[in-house]
């Protein structure tokens, strides 16, 4: 069956842009994760979705992030007014059932902001 | 509050050779742990995941181990081959991080053919 599947694969954005990032979880999935990786260091959590449910968005670095899942499935994480210190791999994950299940990755989107 | 470590950061091995990866972490009530590898540009491939009640867990040429008391988990890998050579992370839920893993830097393996 199909892999977590992210989009765009790359994005390179003028630095004030608003940026959508697009996460297709494992269907039937239904805890996803959305994950924040600089160069050379493991990824950092930025939120967690149980179903339409976003129960943690505590790693998210400023209000201009945010993200959503409305209903239970495709998640989208938006980053108003980009800033140079946003370009990172955005990962998305995804769980058969609660948080502490086995996560399955996607490709991430490489964001390069100029 | 939890911190998972990886030493070294980067390891070079002829193929062949049994090698083992490590992964340290400094709160002892986790409730998983779980290895990934990363190839370069690519995403995480989820390798194995031991649960705390559980010593180790195989997948293959992959044995992973938990032991709690000391902090350490040993990602073993039999026969290497070229094909192994990536980015191997580990990432742990503890019982007080709410749905968050904790992550390793990763150690970067070159499998020398």
């Known amino acids: 069956g199909a892999g977590v599947s992210q989009s765009p694969r790359y994005k390179v954005a003028k630095r004030g842009q608003d940026v959508a990032l697009r996460c297709d979880p494992i269907s039937g999935h239904v805890s996803l994760f959305w994950y924040q990786q600089a160069l050379g260091q493991g990824p950092e959590f930025l939120t967690y979705?149980?179903?339409?449910?976003?129960?943690?968005k505590s790693g998210l670095p400023s209000d201009r992030f945010f993200a959503e899942r409305p209903e239970g499935s495709v998640s989208t994480l938006k980053i108003q007014r980009t800033q140079q210190e946003d370009s990172a791999v955005y990962l998305c994950?995804?769980?058969?059932?609660?948080?502490?299940?086995?996560?399955?990755f996607g490709p991430g989107t490489r964001l390069t902001v100029l | 509050k939890q911190e998972v470590t990886q030493i070294p950061a980067a390891l070079s091995v002829p193929e062949g050779e049994n090698l083992v990866l490590n992964c340290s972490f400094t709160d002892s009530a986790i409730y998983n742990l779980q290895w990934f590898r990363q190839d370069p540009g690519k995403g995480l491939t989820s390798l194995l995941l031991?649960?705390?009640s559980q010593r180790e867990q195989t997948s293959g040429r992959l044995n992973a181990s938990l032991d709690k008391s000391s902090g350490r988990s040993t990602l073993y890998i039999a026969a290497s081959q070229p094909g192994d050579s990536a980015t191997y992370l580990c990432?742990?839920?503890?019982?007080?991080?709410?749905?968050?893993?904790?992550w390793g830097a990763g150690t970067k393996l070159i499998i020398k053919p």
């Open positions: 031991i649960q705390s």
């Open positions: 994950a995804s769980s058969l059932a609660g948080a502490y299940n086995e996560q399955f």
């Open positions: 979705f149980q179903n339409e449910a976003q129960l943690d």
């Open positions: 990432a742990a839920f503890t019982t007080d991080s709410n749905y968050q893993l904790i």
